[in-house]
């Protein structure tokens, strides 16, 4: 059985999730903010996820480049229940991780950096 571009993004940020332990959710979003594929918690809204991914994606873009940083590698927010994860998949999208407060970052970055390198090749 062939699985779908879509499917094949989901098995890719279900087996992140698998893999981290510190990963408790995650989500494919276009850079115009439209959901790809999610592997997020119930409850959480797929879209606002998505909205505010490419939003966050957007401005730390802009302020990397105003301010003389180079090209953005990632955005990360740090909240007192874990955190959230931006890092760009090629142009045109943006992978968003839910992190345990605990967590090993370095880590996490590494894991986020191979499924960013899948995931790009299933946009492709």
């Keep these: 059985m062939v699985r779908s571009r879509n499917e094949q993004m989901i098995e890719e940020l279900r087996t992140l999730r698998r893999n981290s332990p510190d990963i408790e ?9 439209l959901p790809i594929a999610s592997d997020l918690p119930a409850g ?3 879209d606002r ?4 991914s490419a939003a966050m994606l957007s ?3 802009r302020i990397a480049s105003e301010l003389e940083r180079g090209a953005l590698e990632q955005v ?19 992978l968003t ?10 880590l996490v970055f ?3 950096r191979r499924a960013a390198e899948s995931l790009v090749r299933l946009l492709g």
């Design 97 to 106: 991780v839910l992190a345990r407060k605990e967590a090993k970052l370095g």
């Design 49 to 52: 996820v998505s909205a505010m």
């Design 44 to 46: 959480v809204e797929e």
């Design 25 to 33: 959710a995650s989500a494919v979003v276009s850079a115009d903010g």
């Design 110 to 112: 590494l894991d986020m």
């Design 76 to 94: 990360y927010i740090r909240g007192d229940s874990g955190y959230v994860i931006l890092t760009a998949i090629g142009e045109e999208a943006v």
């Design 59 to 61: 401005l730390g873009e």
